[in-house]
């Protein structure tokens, strides 16, 4: 058995979150990387995150990743926060310090942008508008990481559109609110769409929405990862569109939270690609 002292401990933090798939990506890189420790998850239930993380320094975890419902709680609890969690209001990552404290990171900007790279080399944020479907927290993350990298134009649609106008107000002009009945004419020239609904799911209702009007070498990306191929991802390969699954997106904000907890930058095999697939 390992020393006390050199076996670290991370895992996610959400309520619920025994579905989660994270330990299987981390235990995987710890074992293939020699790092003596576990991931495991944590059910922490609303109104307890805070004890819950103010207690991770002395049970020596790295740190953990955050998931619902807790994402945007953590900003106000870190005692550090990254720009980007900042602007966005939600963080998925937390490291704890060697002085304790604790630093809150987001890295599904990073996850939903190596995602599309991984999957569409070519494709650049200044090609054309892009159009992200919901105003939710993974939209916001969407939009800043979009206008982060150069969109010039990203169409934001919402069934509430003065939640699409707060994104205008907040993120600045290259954000265009349109209703949720204007969907499919959104889609004109648009050279991404994303989907940060819950549409598609599993348990929920399809996304509703006609690819008529989208050009046939835009991206289309789905944030939902169960099922991993979704209606819309179906519809979109069908008419010969490149389509992104949420799964990368999971995968790729991992990385940067490994290496920060533990100092090595894991890569993905296809192994476990597959490992998380069957998942």
């Known amino acids: 058995m390992s020393h006390p002292a050199t076996f670290r401990l991370a895992g996610v933090m959400g309520w619920p979150v025994m579905h989660s798939r994270s330990p299987r990506l981390h235990n995987s890189w710890m074992q ?21 993380l103010r207690a991770l320094p002395a049970l020596n975890f790295a740190g953990c990743n955050v998931t ?36 809150a990171f987001n890295y599904d900007v990073f996850g939903f942008m190596e995602a599309l790279r991984a999957q569409a080399p070519s494709w650049r944020a200044a090609q054309g508008p892009a159009v992200v479907l919901g105003a939710g927290g993974a939209a916001r993350a969407v939009v800043y990481g979009l206008i982060a990298e150069g969109a010039r134009e990203v169409r934001v649609v919402n069934r509430t559109l003065e939640r699409a106008q707060a994104f205008a107000d907040e993120f600045g002009a290259a954000v265009k609110p349109l209703a949720w009945e204007n969907r499919a004419e959104a889609l004109a020239g648009a050279m991404l769409l994303v989907n940060t609904t819950s ?32 209606p819309l991802l179906a519809a979109a390969r069908a008419r ?14 991992a990385r940067p939270a490994f290496r920060d907890w533990f ?15 069957a998942a």
């Open 32 to 52: 293939r990387y020699g790092v003596s420790g576990y991931y495991a998850p944590l059910p922490v239930e609303p109104g307890r995150l805070e004890a819950a």
């Open 199 to 230: 549409n598609g799911m599993v348990g929920q209702q399809p996304l509703d929405i006609s690819l008529d009007a989208l050009p046939r070498n835009a991206l289309v990306n789905d944030i939902v990862y169960t099922p991993l191929e979704t």
């Open 68 to 103: 619902l419902p807790h994402k945007e709680e953590i900003v106000r609890i870190a005692d550090h926060v990254d720009p980007a969690a900042k602007a966005i209001g939600a963080a998925n990552c937390v490291v704890v310090r060697d002085d304790g404290s604790l630093a």
């Open 263 to 277: 100092g090595i930058m894991p890569d993905v095999t296809a192994e476990e690609r597959a490992m998380m697939e």
């Open 240 to 253: 010969g569109n490149v389509a992104v699954d949420g799964l990368g997106m999971l995968i790729q904000q």
